[in-house]
């Protein structure tokens, strides 16, 4: 079991920038694949970005690709999310996710645990 906590979210203008964290408790965080997922209302939950277990792969959604990054410190146990040059389409709930699987994945049903959510408005 791993818990997944994460932080960060808030209101900025558009342009501006975000750094989302995700604290993960429990078993051992360098086994996991983690991601980050997003859902806006009324639309689908749609995958942001992976990373490796070692952080040395990652894998990015084409709408994020050259704005957002993001990383890991295995030895504080948190993934992270910088997000830069934000638009308003990018408001959404932000959540991180880690799976067992060895590969990065966009698919959501391949993580195993997530966290609760933490909300990212983008104003205009």
């Known amino acids: 079991q791993v818990q997944l906590v994460e932080s960060g979210g808030g209101l900025v203008q558009a342009g501006g920038s975000l750094r989302l964290s995700c604290g993960a408790s429990?078993?051992?965080?360098?086994?996991?694949?983690m991601g980050w997922f997003r859902q806006a209302p009324g639309k689908e939950r749609e995958f942001v970005a992976a990373i490796s277990r070692s952080g040395r792969s990652t894998y990015y959604a084409d709408s994020v690709k050259g704005r957002f990054t993001i990383t890991r410190d295995n030895a504080k146990n948190t993934v992270y999310l910088q997000m830069n040059s934000l638009k308003p389409e990018d408001t959404a709930v932000y959540y991180c996710?880690?799976?067992?699987?060895?590969?990065?994945?966009?698919?959501?049903?391949?993580?195993?645990?997530w966290g609760q959510g933490t909300q990212v408005t983008v104003s205009s």
């Open positions: 996710a880690a799976s067992t699987l060895l590969g990065l994945t966009q698919e959501w049903n391949k993580y195993d645990y």
């Open positions: 429990g078993r051992t965080f360098v086994n996991y694949v």
